[in-house]
């Protein structure tokens, strides 16, 4: 357990300085943007696994990560504060709250209704964020410019740089830290959870609570997301960052991953980026087709992920769904 | 496949994609963007004529078949490749999508946008990439009024001329009305709009009142059965709206066989594009406006380019063109003339700031009117805006509309450096009617 553990965190660290260095010194503008939305949503993806672990699958995450965004967003146009590391610690915060408060109605509901229960959460802060002209309504509002200690600048190209090694710093803090989580015995309590609800709570665990931690862990992390998501792309508005498609667009994610490892939100999410960016290039008219005919065919035919995949060719049983 | 040749294959395509993304720019050509609604509901209304208002100026600026004054071939001389993008997807998609034009298609300049919650969003973005941006339909005020802008230019008035011209119109055409009403979708478009009328009506008309009961919809509602009746009950003699896209339509379908035409006079500030789509089942005697003098309600201005737009477009896709298809056309010419004009001045093909200092400022002949550039520092266009009655012609079997009234640019857009709100708030001072 220790060995193998310590070998996918090896994995994870080589993974990410490789990737950091590779935007710094070699990859275009454009592939770094994307890496940066990627890895945003790769986030709240991680979230999302976590729960897909414990046999859950939420319709309506959206709610956090519009939360998360948001918080952001507001931060910085109401009270001009800018500084990543209030924002981002605030964007987690106030999610994990909120996933908190909920977890106690939603912890008592499994499979489609549990699913169902989150979009109709997701879909009230859609709602009142329509509705309500302070809070920008349909049209959304920009962000303001981020800083780190302090420091802001105009140059685009370094901005970029430095959200992008930024989302790759917590991006390999939050897998690491979840991969951990996932060997301990709290963590080992999702595949439980999902398999035989009866026998943890003959073990001495609640699985209530067990799913309550879960959800405001997969919420925290979905806010952390999306206020990455909203100071990478400088803007919020209610249909890209609350509607139900922002929901529907992580379990899309999350099954192109596959559950088998942390890395996978990471993979899968830049896979999602690119297969959206050349489809919307490729055929304007249609490009949803496109991206709605791959989840159909990773569902037939890989129905373990990418990630199956990528353990197969390096010769290692894939975690089943 | 073999595991071989799949990889040989992925290896290829990336290839191409890779090859396909590289610069490929010379003098020789100009490659530009075009976003609009390319699906969803504002394919059909808004998107579908503006692209091939678009694409059929482009085309004749390459083959340089465009009218005098503006025959020569290209933008400088240099071919315009175009791509067409889809604009639906939420604003935030937009700037992301944005951002690949610009990085990773290296785009000379974008052209295009129809929503008002696109242009709000792009604005700082386009800022940020420093690349000659020209918006040709979104109506938003607060694109130049929330700050400087360098790169961005609006071909076209925002929405505040529509709203002031639609009172100065009620004023000549109705001053007997005593009360009006209103029914617009629950975002920012149909709160601006409806919050610009009704300070005009204020101003312009003090004495009629303002119903109680003003309508706002969800945007895509859909179904209007109980804002109707809501509307046909209330006393007022006057409904006002903004409503665009399929909402549009399907507004006017399930008003008529009800009768809200028949019994309230009705103004739809985009109202143009419907006319030609609904034909016979358009309404007579609804008030239009085609947020600016296009389409419909330019139908009969004989000249040489706009006989040439019409016939052309007619030709070529089977319809008269509507407002979006001569705004789009409206970015794109400007384009060209600012391209032109700074070739003629540099001697030779211009750089990106020769061409915006040549953009800003401009006053040129569009296919239908006259356009300035003469808000935010030469950024922002005003034109003449215009309020005509629908009439079915039968003779010809064709929608028309009767009793035209132009109003001059100066008359409906606030003068520089003032805020939209506050100019009619303070009463339009300045104004020229």
Not at chain 1, 297 to 308: D, E, M, R
Not at chain 2, 67 to 95: I, M, R, W
Not at chain 2, 203 to 230: T, W
Not at chain 2, 345 to 358: L, R, Y
């Amino acid at each position: 357990m220790a060995l193998t553990s310590d070998r996918t965190t090896l994995g994870l660290t080589v993974g990410f300085v490789a990737v950091a260095l590779l935007g710094v010194f070699v990859l275009p503008d454009w592939l770094l943007n994307q890496i940066l939305v990627a890895f945003s949503r790769a986030l709240a993806v991680v979230g999302l696994l976590v729960l897909w672990r414990t046999g859950l699958v939420s319709f309506g995450h959206a709610l956090y990560f519009g939360l998360g965004a948001y918080t952001v967003a507001l931060l910085g146009r109401n009270y001009g504060i800018g500084e990543v590391l209030v924002t981002l610690p605030a964007a987690t915060l106030a999610s994990a709250l909120v996933g908190f408060l909920l977890g106690f109605i939603v912890r008592r509901y499994r499979e489609i209704f549990f699913a169902m229960l989150n979009l109709a959460f997701s879909m009230v802060l859609f709602g009142i964020l329509v509705k309500t002209e302070a809070l920008g309504s349909t049209d959304g509002f920009n962000v303001e410019q981020p800083t780190l200690l302090g420091i802001g600048t105009d140059d685009a190209a370094v901005k970029l740089t430095a959200l992008f090694l930024g989302v790759c710093a917590i991006g390999w803090l939050t897998a690491v830290l979840v991969h951990r989580y996932l060997g301990s015995i709290l963590g080992s309590l999702t595949t439980a959870v999902r398999d035989n609800e009866i026998r943890v709570e003959y073990l001495g665990y609640s699985a209530a609570e067990a799913i309550h931690g879960k959800y405001v862990m997969s919420a925290a992390l979905t806010g952390l997301g999306g206020g990455f998501m909203a100071i990478s792309l400088g803007q919020v508005d209610p249909e890209s960052m609350v509607n139900w498609t922002v929901s529907g667009e992580l379990v899309f994610v999350t099954i192109l991953s596959g559950p088998g490892s942390v890395a996978a939100p990471f993979i899968g999410s830049l896979i999602f980026e690119l297969l959206r960016t050349y489809a919307f290039e490729l055929v304007p008219y249609a490009w949803q087709l496109i991206v709605g005919g791959t989840l159909l065919l990773i569902i037939f035919f890989l129905p373990g992920g990418v990630w199956s995949v990528l353990s197969r060719l390096a010769g290692r049983r894939g975690v089943e769904p | 496949m073999t595991n071989r040749t799949m990889i040989g294959a992925i290896g290829v395509s990336v290839a191409a994609a890779l090859a396909a993304a590289a610069p490929a720019l010379a003098k020789d050509a100009v490659s530009i963007a075009v976003p609009a609604f390319l699906s969803g509901p504002a394919a059909g209304p808004f998107g579908v004529p503006a692209r091939n208002g678009a694409e059929m100026v482009i085309d004749a600026i390459n083959a340089g078949k465009l009218p005098a004054p503006y025959d020569s071939k290209g933008f400088a001389g240099a071919t315009v490749n175009v791509e067409f993008v889809d604009e639906s997807g939420g604003n935030t998609k937009q700037v992301a999508e944005y951002r690949n034009l610009i990085q990773k298609r290296n785009v000379d300049a974008v052209i295009g946008y129809i929503s008002s919650g696109s242009c709000a969003a792009l604005a700082p973005v386009v800022e940020e990439l420093k690349t000659l941006t020209v918006f040709a339909v979104c109506g938003t005020p607060r694109v130049f009024e929330d700050g400087e802008r360098q790169y961005i230019f609006r071909t076209m008035s925002h929405a505040t001329a529509d709203n002031v011209a639609a009172a100065h119109y009620i004023k000549d055409m109705f001053p007997a009305v005593k009360s009006y009403t209103g029914i617009n979708q629950n975002y920012a478009w149909g709160q601006d709009s409806w919050r610009d009328f009704e300070l005009s009506m204020k101003v312009l008309m003090p004495d009629a009142a303002q119903s109680d009961k003003v309508q706002f919809p969800k945007i895509f509602a859909g179904q209007y059965g109980s804002e109707i009746s809501a509307l046909s009950l209330d006393a007022a003699e006057l409904v006002h709206s903004s409503f665009w896209d399929g909402d549009l339509e399907g507004f006017i379908f399930q008003a008529t066989p009800r009768g809200l035409f028949k019994q309230k006079k009705v103004i739809l500030t985009v109202g143009g594009t419907a006319a030609y789509r609904l034909g016979k089942k358009m309404p007579d005697g609804v008030i239009l406006g085609a947020r600016g003098p296009y389409g419909i309600l330019v139908r009969d201005r004989k000249t040489a380019l706009n006989e040439w737009f019409i016939k052309t477009y007619f030709d070529r896709y089977g319809t008269y063109p509507s407002g979006p298809a001569y705004q789009y056309a409206q970015a794109v010419l400007a384009t060209k003339i600012a391209y032109d004009k700074a070739a003629a001045a540099a001697g030779g093909f211009p750089t990106q700031d020769q061409v915006i200092a040549s953009f800003k400022g401009m006053e040129f002949e569009s296919f239908s009117t006259t356009v300035k550039l003469a808000l935010a520092g030469g950024h922002q266009a005003i034109t003449e805006n215009v309020y005509g009655i629908t009439k079915w012609n039968a003779d010809d079997a064709e929608p028309g509309v009767t009793d035209v009234k132009f109003y001059p640019a100066e008359c409906v857009m606030p003068p520089d450096g003032v805020n939209s709100v506050d100019w009619i708030t303070k009463g339009m001072p300045g104004a020229k009617c």
